[in-house]
């Protein structure tokens, strides 16, 4: 097999965000197992940082495209730079987050190299040189294995926390500067501005215990009984996007990958039914407990301990133990 | 003035018995009520907003079999002036985009809005995979679509992840991917529906379009198997009287916190 593994870095003011390490600790073992090279691209502007902090993890190259045009995320502008690298370097495997850097990367760097795209992965293997991916359907209900006829290279999108994480380390990487060569007069598109959530009084981040509601409470007035369990628990609320998008809660109680990632002692998921984004945004709390009528729901794939059942029967049974 | 397309995927509610299909394309199963896709709702209820705000036409777009019809109707009901179908389900979405990009081709629209995700294949490709195809400027996961401040723009804002937006100018024709919750959707009574009912929808079979024979040389991906997601994550199951479970919850949660 020839070409490399080439992991599309992400980061958040200016720290690398965990998939980056999920994504290079599997191309780690594929490019071991293949004998091939990995390197990891990063962009942005003065990017030290962003260069140290890849470069003993794992990846024998951190490509570093570092330029004033890459200073804030333009959808437009990285797609174009990455798709340049990719068509240069003809990799045999672009790794990318299935998050919304990763989806909006993948369909242009897979077009414009001639490859083949797969997305929201949650794991891979080969047949031969074909990567066979193990993906999810009909809201994580089923999972299918798709096989790839296509022609390389395969730009493959995992889902975040999907993969394990390994500390890799060991040799330092090379580094390896690419060029940006972006012409302002040809773009379609520009930034007008980036705006932060607004911060009010609500932080569901520094909550001890959060009870979230879902789709699932059916209606707005159910959540004084969501509200009452956080109360009789010493906790806060929170919710999954249905919710939010229904004008039930703001967003600011939101637990998502758009909105608030959490990490409580305790999350009680109500009526959740466990999207991957919503996952995505809790699975490191402490103790998570998920009520839900249908045993099928995803939540309890990553539930310590769930009850299946009616949750306008269980919660006010919970809040009458709590209550003692 | 906007000419919009909306791309629009007609879902089952659930499913049952799902299988591979002979040939390995495509997933067979059980359906119950078909239902339009969320995300594309949102982007069907943000076109019509548009066009009521600045003129131009609305087309409803939809890869699917006959029980698609349904969605483009509902589409007409909201007050879509056009539909159109590609006969053929896929669940390749790179066929599924270079499709409905060659028929989209084929319209007057500068603008393509559809959905971040469909509740069936979860691949959230589409919308951007035609505007590579087309050549196009995109946006995904958009919360917003305003007028621009030049001619022939739009001021977009978009979500980038963990609370933070980006507005953004982009200029037409483009390709927005529309978040779910921008604006509440609309019901559409029953009457309405049968109004449309014999509204013409126009219909492509995939070789009356050039990425149709690309299709018929053989799938891109094989579906190897479908299988239910592993016994052995399953979360500890607590059973009991309401109040026998709510005691033995209650009791892991003191010890974890």
């Known amino acids: ?324 | 003035m906007l000419n919009t397309i909306v791309c629009t995927k007609a879902v089952p509610g659930f499913i049952t018995d799902p299988r591979v299909s002979d040939k390995k394309d495509n997933l067979e199963y059980e359906a119950g009520t078909i239902v339009i896709n969320e995300s594309d709702d949102y982007a069907l209820e943000e076109a019509v907003s548009l066009k009521k705000k600045l003129g131009g036409t609305v087309t409803v777009i939809s890869a699917g079999t006959l029980t698609a019809q349904k969605v483009l109707q509902t589409g007409l009901a909201k007050g879509a002036d056009n539909a159109i179908r590609i006969d053929v389900q896929l669940t390749n979405t790179t066929q599924t985009a270079n499709l409905l990009a060659d028929a989209i081709r084929q319209t007057d629209c500068n603008l393509v809005l559809a959905g971040v995700e469909s509740r069936d294949n979860m691949a959230a490709q589409v919308g951007l995979l035609i505007a590579e195809n087309l050549g196009f400027p995109f946006s995904y996961a958009v919360t917003k679509i305003q007028p621009g401040n030049e001619e022939g723009t739009l001021k977009v804002t978009k979500e980038i992840g963990a609370g933070l937006k980006q507005c953004e100018s982009i200029k037409l024709p483009a390709v927005l991917c529309v978040q779910t919750g921008t604006t509440p959707t609309s019901f559409v009574p029953f009457k309405k529906m049968m109004m449309v009912k014999k509204k013409p929808v126009r219909t492509y079979k995939p070789l009356d379009l050039e990425s149709g024979r690309e299709i018929a040389d053989g799938p891109a991906f094989k579906i190897e198997e479908v299988f239910p997601p592993s016994e052995s994550a399953m979360a500890e199951i607590i059973v009991g009287s309401n109040e026998e479970i709510a005691s033995k919850i209650l009791q892991k949660i003191k010890e974890a916190i």
């Open chain 1, 1 to 324: 097999m020839s070409g490399e593994i080439l992991v599309l870095s992400e980061h958040v003011a200016g720290v690398i965000d965990n998939v980056t390490y999920e994504l290079l600790t599997l191309g780690r073992q594929i490019a071991d197992e293949k004998g091939i090279g990995l390197a990891v691209l990063v962009l942005g502007n003065q990017t030290n940082a962003l260069q140290d902090a890849l470069s003993e993890s794992g990846a024998d190259v951190v490509l570093v495209a570092d330029d004033l045009s890459l200073e804030t995320y333009s959808a437009e502008v990285y797609a174009a730079v990455i798709s340049d690298v990719v068509r240069e370097r003809q990799p045999m495997m672009v790794l990318t987050g299935y998050t919304y850097f990763g989806i909006e990367m993948s369909a242009a760097v897979a077009t414009r190299s001639g490859g083949s795209i797969l997305s929201n992965c949650q794991d891979l293997n080969f047949n031969g040189d074909k990567p066979v991916v193990v993906r999810p359907m009909y809201g994580g209900t089923l999972l299918s294995r798709i096989g790839i006829n296509g022609p390389a290279p395969y730009v493959l999108s995992f889902e975040k926390g999907a993969l394990p994480r390994v500390e890799l380390s060991g040799k330092t990487a090379e580094l390896v500067s690419v060029p940006v060569a972006i012409e302002p007069a040809t773009l379609k598109s520009s930034t007008i501005e980036i705006i932060k959530a607004a911060v009010g009084e609500i932080d569901i981040k520094k909550a001890n215990i959060l009870v979230s509601a879902g789709r699932g409470i059916a209606d707005k007035e159910n959540l004084t009984l969501i509200s009452e369990l956080a109360e009789a628990l010493g906790g806060a609320i929170s919710c999954s996007r249905p919710v939010a998008d229904m004008g039930w809660l703001t967003p600011e109680y939101q637990v998502g990958i758009s909105a608030n990632y959490v990490t409580p002692s305790v999350y009680i998921a109500c009526g959740i039914s466990g999207a991957s984004q919503h996952v995505a945004a809790m699975r490191d709390s402490g103790l998570i407990i998920a009520i839900n009528k249908d045993a099928n729901a995803p939540i309890f794939r990553v539930a310590h301990y769930g009850i299946i059942g009616d949750l306008f029967d269980v919660i006010p049974a919970m809040i009458k133990e709590a209550q003692g």
